[in-house]
C-alpha cells in the first residue's frame, strides 16, 4: 500500500522564483494537512483540506504561499516569490476522517533550500 | 488555540534505561494524543497514540499515559536500545493537531 507521496524530495532554486511542491495523499484519505518544519519554530501546521476543501489557513506565513487541492488524490503548495527564510523541510500528510480521529500518515518531505 | 508544551528538550539514557517524555496542552476539547518519532532526515512516524477516552495504552516497550484532569499525557519506553534514539513529537488536537517542540533522545550502548 503506497503511503503518501510527496515531489520533488529536494529543491533548489534562487530567491525570488517560483516553487510549487506536490502532494498524493494515501487512497482513501480524505483530509490533507501542509507542514513546514525548521530548527527554530518546530513543525507547524499550514493549511488542511477536508474532502478537497480547505478548512483552515491560518498557519500559511503569508499571502505569498497558496495551496490547492483540485482533486482527492493531487495537492500543491505553491510559494512565489520565494525567500531564503521559506528553507525548511515541508511535509503532507494525510488522514482518513472517519468516526472519531484518525492517525496523521507524513509523506517523505521536501528539502526546500532558497539561495 | 490549542498550545502543547514538551519536556525535556533532550534526554540521554543508558541503553536498558526507561525514558520518559511529559507533555501538557491547553485545549480541554483536544480528544487524540499521538507521538511521532522521527530520525534524522526522516519523516516523522507515527509510533502510538491515545484517546480521550482512554487512560493508558501499551504496545510491546512503549506505553503512554493520559491525565485529562490535568491536562497532561506521558510517553514511557522501557528497555530502551540505541535505535530509539531520535527525534520525539508530542501532539494534541482534534481535526488538527497542534505538536510539541521535540525531544531529542540519545540512548547510549
Known amino acids: 500500500d503506497a503511503g503518501v507521496i510527496q515531489s520533488p524530495r529536494h529543491e533548489v532554486t534562487e530567491m525570488g522564483q517560483e516553487v510549487t511542491l506536490r502532494c498524493k495523499p494515501i487512497?482513501?484519505?480524505?483530509?490533507l494537512f501542509w507542514y513546514r518544519q525548521t530548527m527554530m519554530r518546530g513543525l507547524e501546521l499550514l493549511i488542511y483540506f477536508n474532502n478537497n476543501v480547505p478548512i483552515d489557513d491560518s498557519g500559511m506565513p503569508e499571502d505569498r504561499f497558496s495551496a490547492k487541492m483540485p482533486n482527492a488524490s493531487f495537492s500543491t503548495l505553491k510559494i512565489q516569490p520565494s525567500e531564503p527564510r521559506d528553507s525548511a523541510v515541508y511535509f503532507c500528510?494525510?488522514?482518513?476522517?472517519?468516526?472519531?480521529?484518525?492517525?496523521?500518515?507524513f509523506g517523505d518531505g521536501t528539502r526546500l533550500s532558497i539561495l | 488555540g490549542e498550545n502543547v508544551e514538551q519536556h525535556p528538550s533532550t534526554l540521554s539514557v543508558q541503553e536498558g534505561d526507561s525514558a520518559v517524555i511529559k507533555c501538557t496542552y491547553s485545549?480541554?476539547?483536544?480528544?487524540?494524543f499521538p507521538w511521532y518519532k522521527q530520525e534524522l532526515g526522516k519523516r516523522p512516524q507515527l509510533i502510538i497514540d491515545?484517546?480521550?477516552?482512554?487512560g493508558e495504552k501499551k504496545d510491546q516497550r512503549i506505553a503512554v499515559t493520559l491525565n485529562k484532569t490535568a491536562k497532561h499525557f506521558s510517553l514511557h519506553i522501557t528497555e530502551t536500545q540505541p535505535e530509539d534514539s531520535a527525534v520525539y513529537f508530542c501532539a494534541a488536537g482534534f481535526q488538527k493537531l497542534v505538536f510539541g517542540t521535540g525531544t531529542r533522545l540519545l540512548v547510549s550502548p
Open positions: 485545549d480541554s476539547a483536544s480528544n487524540y
Open positions: 491515545i484517546r480521550s477516552n482512554v
Open positions: 487512497s482513501g484519505h480524505n483530509s
Open positions: 500528510a494525510s488522514s482518513y476522517e472517519g468516526i472519531g480521529n484518525q492517525p496523521q500518515h
